[in-house]
Structures are given as C-alpha cells and as structure tokens.
C-alpha cells in the first residue's frame, strides 16, 4: 500500500499499513537511528496474509518522518513512545498488537506502562527490560545483565562514518547489520546494501538519524514490568550481540505469563532466514 504521512500534534510521521483494516491491527516499532524499512516488505506481507492489519512507521529523523535541524534533538526518547500512540490515533485505531524491536521493544513495554489501553498485546524482538523490575527480585537495570560482546563493542568504539556523505553512511551501516547478525550465521552482505542504499536514498536527512544516538529519556514510567497485564511474547536470538540472551529472559520473568521464543544462532533483528518462524509466533500470538 501506499505511504500516508500522518500529522498528530503537529507531528508529521510517514506511516505505510499493509492487509485489511477489518483485521487485527498490528504496530511495528522498530528501533533507534533506523526507518520503517527494517520491518522489510515482505515480512509485513507475511503478517497481513496471515490475517493482521499491519502498520509501519518511520521514526521522527528517519525516512519520510519529520526531520531536525543539527544539533540536539527537539525531542525525547518519551516523546518516541507517544508516537506510537498519534500512529494509532491518526489510523483511528484504539488499540493494537504491537511489536517493538531493539529500542523498539523498549518503546513497546513503555506503551505498554504509560497508554495500556492502547496495547491488545506485546511481542518484544531483540531487546532489554526498559525499566527496574520493582518487584523485590534483582533489578532490571542495564548495568545487571550481560554488556554487549566484544565484536560489537569493537565496531561502535572504531567505526567512524561521514554522514554528509552517502558512500560512506551506506558502508558503515553494512558493516554494522553484519555485527548485528551475530557471527554464527551466513550474512547477506549483498542484500544488506541493497536495503541500506535504499533507506538512505529515501531519507530526507540522512544524516538527521544520529539525533538518536544523543537522545534523553524524557518522562517515562515508574511502573515495574511486572505491571504489564497484556498477553506479552519475548523472542530473542541466542547470538544476539548487543542484547545477550539474558536481557529477553529477564524480559520473560520480568512480565507476568510472558513466553519466550529463542532463535538459534540468530542475532539482533529479524533475520529472513528467521521471517517464516517470528510471523507464525507473531499471528499465533495475536489471534
């Protein structure tokens, strides 16, 4: 379907939906510095044609979402997760199943904390508890659970990139998505280029998505985890190497009756070797 920019608040996001509206709406909420084109197209069809009503969006600085002069960003990481919420409303949607990865997943369990009546369902990809547990049991807290690998500590710390310049943005974010995939795995880098030099030339401001890496918390809930009531699925790849393994299982003791689903040998995202098996935990979750 074609691409709709929706203002909310004053707030200009580029959303694209895929299915019937009569369906089971699904949001995808993907993570920090990258658009709606990481949920790739054909896994968006996989879900639609599984019966879901399915919803993409670009964040704010990136894609066809509204962009910020340089500088600090004019906004929060709260500020993200309302988005969310004027997705939804603009789609005049009152609630929805939603999926969040990475930074993603984040958002999705603060939606799910600050605007639970707007979430039917959780599924949480590749990602780490986004606040305390507050339950009396360790806490959820980052620096509690594993750091991320070597590798990809490596990468960030060396990587150096020219965001005024395309070839160079498009080279480190390769490079990046192999990291990403974790290593046990074959990586496509060919595929990877294609959809990065896509991202890239669709952008308005490539350069604009590195307002995230600077971005504040904002206002965010104080709620524990293990408030969330919604029926709450945690898939996590077992090579993940930014979130290891022991962030989604905190997330699946963390949440009352959540499950987890491991992938094997998978890394951060969702890999297509893994697109048929994350869409049927997906459309078995969200009936």
């Not at 895929?18 to 089971?24: E, I, K, T």
């Not at 996989?46 to 340089?70: E, K, N, Q």
């Not at 009352?256 to 094997?264: D, E, F, I, K, Q």
């Amino acid at each position: 379907m074609a691409e709709r920019v929706i203002e909310v608040d004053g707030i200009e996001l580029c959303t694209e939906s895929f299915g019937d509206p009569a369906d089971p709406p699904v949001l995808l909420i993907m993570g920090l510095g990258a658009s709606m084109l990481w949920w790739e197209e054909g896994f968006c069809r996989m879900l639609a044609a599984g019966g879901r009503f399915v919803i993409r969006y670009d964040h704010r600085d990136t894609g066809r979402s509204v962009t910020y002069g340089p500088g600090r960003p004019e906004y929060t990481g709260a500020d993200l997760v309302a988005d969310a919420a004027r997705v939804l409303f603009a789609h005049e949607i009152p609630a929805a199943h939603v999926v969040g990865v990475s930074a993603g997943g984040a958002f999705a369990q603060l939606l799910a904390l600050d605007h639970a009546d707007r979430v039917r369902s959780l599924v949480l990809i590749s990602t780490s508890p986004a606040v305390p547990a507050g339950d009396g049991l360790s806490p959820d807290l980052p620096a509690d659970l594993p750091p991320p690998t070597e590798e990809f500590v490596r990468f960030v710390s060396a990587a150096r990139v020219d965001r005024s310049d395309v070839d160079s943005v498009i080279e480190h974010e390769v490079a990046y998505a192999g990291v990403l995939a974790g290593g046990r795995r074959p990586f496509d880098e060919a595929a990877a280029h294609v959809l990065v030099r896509r991202d890239v030339e669709r952008a308005h401001d490539v350069g604009a998505a590195s307002h995230h890496d600077v971005l504040t918390d904002g206002t965010v809930p104080q709620a524990p985890l293990s408030s969330i009531a919604v029926p709450t699925l945690v898939i996590h790849g077992s090579a993940d190497p930014m979130f290891p393994l022991r962030h989604g299982e905190a997330l699946a003791e963390r949440i009352p009756g959540a499950r987890l689903l491991v992938l094997a040998d998978a890394g951060h995202g969702v890999d297509r070797a893994d697109w048929e098996t994350v869409a049927a935990a997906i459309l078995d979750h969200t009936v």
